[in-house]
């Protein structure tokens, strides 16, 4: 009899957790799921060949490790926020040593069965080791000397070692999340200001220490008909690939740009190209409202949490997702500079989806346990 009850309180404890998830943001992620398959087996030409599969592959595997990380309490995630930076930085320096080379860059470690690429990782486990710093923090100690320092050292440690890969671009992604926590952790805006001014009057400076291609990547988006053959030629086919989409699209499976081998790269962060051709301005709009949603619900499921490390974790998670939206389609569309930002879920990429499932996990166990305090 007493098993009996056990069991009922168990099942009862499993059927709440289920009632208790935001299934908007799951239907978001579940359709921005089948988006991106849907569009990658665009890529591969309407067969289900390598990027299909492993797109396939990757998507079921990291949606289900997101539905499970949902029924682990928030405070499990609270307590691994140092662990999990430190475990990251170890394999950031790691991927330093050892790590795989490939197009002049060594950004990535051999897992058997994944090349994982721990830079991506560290845009999600930045917000969890800084979400925990300013947890418990007093308001009066927020802007202190100490704090502030303290903050930056835990942005600029992986930005060094990811710059040093090089990649300036998922630095500069990392550095992004960091902020979007002192932000919303209530850091005063006006360091933030002299930040900028700081930054604005120093970028000639550091212009001059970037690689020869990076370099490149910056003429050739403020010019990119100096060299439309070379530098320029993804951003010009690029933008030729949307403006070509029209009001509706040409069509599921007939991307002229795309099918014709015009648009290099269609898989990874220029699928956004692709969309837009095949499903023009009203897909790509259907495709931002989805967005949308997933951002609202994220910040939604933030603002009912009843623990302050797991609103600072929504709304910061929600701000990254954001800026990676708006700097992915504003490269693809030729008004920022190439900087390798991947779109979330709808790029190919095991690293880039894996660490964004595991933000969604974050974010549905803080709904799951909303009334859940951490002292």
Same mark, same amino acid.
């Given at each position: 009899?007493?098993?009996?009850?056990?069991?009922?309180?168990?099942?009862?404890?499993?059927?709440?957790?289920?009632?208790?998830?935001?299934?908007?943001?799951?239907?978001?992620?579940?359709?921005?799921?089948?988006?991106?398959?849907?569009?990658?087996?665009?890529?591969?030409?309407?067969?289900?060949?390598?990027?299909?599969?492993?797109?396939?592959?990757?998507?079921?595997?990291?949606?289900?490790?997101?539905?499970?990380?949902?029924?682990?309490?928030?405070?499990?995630?609270?307590?691994?926020?140092?662990?999990?930076?430190?475990?990251?930085?170890?394999?950031?320096?790691?991927?330093?040593?050892?790590?795989?080379?490939?197009?002049?860059?060594?950004?990535?470690?051999?897992?058997?069965?994944?090349?994982?690429?721990?830079?991506?990782?560290?845009?999600?486990?930045?917000?969890?080791?800084?979400?925990?710093?300013?947890?418990?923090?007093?308001?009066?100690?927020?802007?202190?000397?100490?704090?502030?320092?303290?903050?930056?050292?835990?942005?600029?440690?992986?930005?060094? /070692?990811?710059?040093?890969?090089?990649? &300036? @671009?998922?630095?500069?992604? +990392?550095?992004? %999340?960091? =902020? !979007? *926590?002192?932000?919303?952790?209530?850091?005063?805006?006006?360091?933030?200001?002299?930040?900028?001014?700081?930054?604005?009057?120093?970028?000639?400076?550091?212009?001059?220490?970037?690689?020869?291609?990076?370099?490149?990547?910056?003429?050739?988006? /403020?010019?990119?008909?100096?060299?439309? &053959? @070379?530098?320029?030629?993804? +951003?010009?086919? %690029?933008? =030729? !690939? *949307?403006?070509?989409?029209?009001?509706?699209?040409?069509?599921?499976?007939?991307?002229?740009?795309?099918?014709?081998?015009?648009?290099?790269?269609?898989?990874?962060?220029?699928?956004?190209?692709?969309?837009?051709?095949?499903?023009?301005?009203?897909?790509?709009?259907?495709?931002?409202?989805?967005?949308?949603?997933?951002?609202?619900?994220?910040?939604? =499921?933030?603002?009912?949490?009843?623990?302050?490390?797991?609103?600072?974790?929504?709304?910061?998670?929600?701000?990254?997702?954001?800026?990676?939206?708006?700097?992915?389609?504003?490269?693809?569309?030729?008004?920022?500079?190439?900087?390798?930002?991947?779109?979330?879920?709808?790029?190919?990429?095991?690293?880039?989806?894996?660490?964004?499932?595991?933000?969604?996990? =974050?974010?549905?166990?803080?709904?799951?346990?909303?009334?859940?305090?951490?002292?």
């Amino acid at each position: 009899m007493y098993q009996h009850t056990r069991l009922s309180k168990g099942s009862f404890s499993l059927f709440q957790k289920f009632k208790s998830f935001d299934y908007i943001l799951l239907a978001c992620i579940l359709l921005l799921g089948t988006l991106s398959l849907t569009t990658m087996y665009s890529t591969d030409g309407g067969k289900v060949l390598f990027h299909t599969k492993s797109h396939f592959v990757k998507l079921v595997t990291f949606t289900i490790m997101m539905l499970i990380f949902s029924f682990i309490n928030i405070k499990f995630w609270f307590s691994i926020g140092y662990l999990f930076y430190l475990i990251v930085i170890g394999l950031l320096i790691w991927t330093y040593y050892f790590g795989i080379k490939a197009s002049g860059s060594q950004r990535w470690m051999d897992l058997y069965f994944i090349n994982l690429q721990p830079s991506e990782l560290m845009k999600i486990c930045i917000i969890l080791c800084l979400a925990k710093y300013f947890h418990r923090m007093k308001l009066e100690n927020v802007n202190s000397i100490y704090t502030i320092l303290t903050s930056l050292i835990i942005i600029l440690l992986p930005m060094g /070692l990811v710059i040093v890969q090089p990649d &300036l @671009g998922t630095s500069l992604l +990392i550095s992004i %999340s960091g =902020i !979007a *926590v002192l932000w919303f952790a209530g850091i005063n805006h006006k360091y933030f200001i002299y930040t900028m001014i700081g930054f604005l009057i120093s970028l000639p400076f550091i212009i001059s220490f970037l690689k020869p291609y990076q370099k490149l990547r910056v003429l050739s988006f /403020l010019n990119p008909d100096r060299d439309p &053959l @070379g530098a320029g030629y993804q +951003i010009i086919q %690029s933008k =030729i !690939a *949307v403006g070509s989409g029209g009001l509706f699209g040409k069509g599921f499976l007939k991307g002229t740009q795309s099918y014709l081998e015009f648009l290099p790269e269609k898989h990874t962060d220029f699928i956004f190209t692709l969309f837009s051709e095949e499903f023009g301005f009203v897909g790509s709009a259907l495709l931002l409202i989805i967005y949308a949603i997933t951002i609202y619900r994220i910040v939604v =499921i933030g603002a009912s949490s009843r623990s302050y490390f797991a609103k600072i974790f929504c709304y910061s998670f929600a701000a990254a997702i954001f800026v990676y939206i708006t700097i992915n389609m504003s490269m693809v569309l030729g008004l920022l500079p190439i900087v390798g930002s991947p779109l979330p879920i709808m790029s190919y990429g095991g690293s880039s989806m894996l660490a964004t499932m595991i933000g969604f996990g =974050i974010v549905m166990s803080a709904k799951v346990h909303s009334q859940q305090a951490i002292a």
